[in-house]
């Protein structure tokens, strides 16, 4: 994966910068800021969140496939498009969870317990945000997967045609 191709691989470089900032101003000018914690805290939940569409697209999620691999090339099929079905209807629970805590840190005002009471609701709006591309990005690929089965050609398990 290359740092350019995702928005949420360009959080590791600025936590790296923030962490590096707070270290000089605690250790050499004896006046820490206190903050690297609080927001490299968020722009991990970012990061992880913002990212999880990324790296389905690129096949970078964990894949175990002993018992597949043995099954005939029509059960493996439709086994992935059922498998992708799960993932999306999953992506799609996750995504309602994410709004419910979004609207609770709202009605309430929810902010951090540090210095600064940072509004929660832009970095836990990082989550929602994310299982919504993931739920996209999951239309699609069943969609696709659909076509595919329909004529007859194999699939990968993200949607991909692959030879027979």
């Given at each position: 994966?290359?740092?350019?191709?995702?928005?949420?691989?360009?959080l590791v470089p600025v936590?790296?910068?923030l962490v590096l900032i707070e270290v000089f101003m605690r250790y050499v000018m004896n006046q820490p800021l206190m903050i690297a914690d609080e927001f490299s805290a968020y722009m991990l939940v970012a990061l992880?969140?913002?990212g999880a569409a990324y790296t389905w697209k690129e096949k970078g999620h964990v894949r175990i496939t002993a018992m597949i691999s043995?099954?005939?090339p029509k059960?493996?099929?439709?086994?992935?498009l059922i498998a992708l079905i799960f993932a999306f209807t999953f992506a799609v629970i996750l995504s309602q969870g994410g709004y419910h805590f979004i609207a609770l840190s709202f009605r309430f005002g929810f902010s951090s317990a540090t210095w600064l009471h940072?509004?929660?609701?832009?970095p836990q709006m990082t989550i929602?945000?994310?299982?919504?591309?993931?739920a996209l990005l999951l239309i699609t690929q069943?969609?696709?997967?659909?076509?595919?089965?329909?004529?007859g050609r194999n699939i990968d398990d993200v949607g991909e045609v692959v030879s027979k």
């Open positions: 994966m290359c740092i350019r191709d995702s928005f949420a691989g360009w936590m790296m910068v992880t969140f913002l043995r099954l005939p059960v493996v099929n439709w086994a992935r940072t509004p929660l609701q832009v929602f945000i994310g299982f919504i591309l993931l069943i969609a696709k997967a659909i076509v595919d089965l329909r004529s």
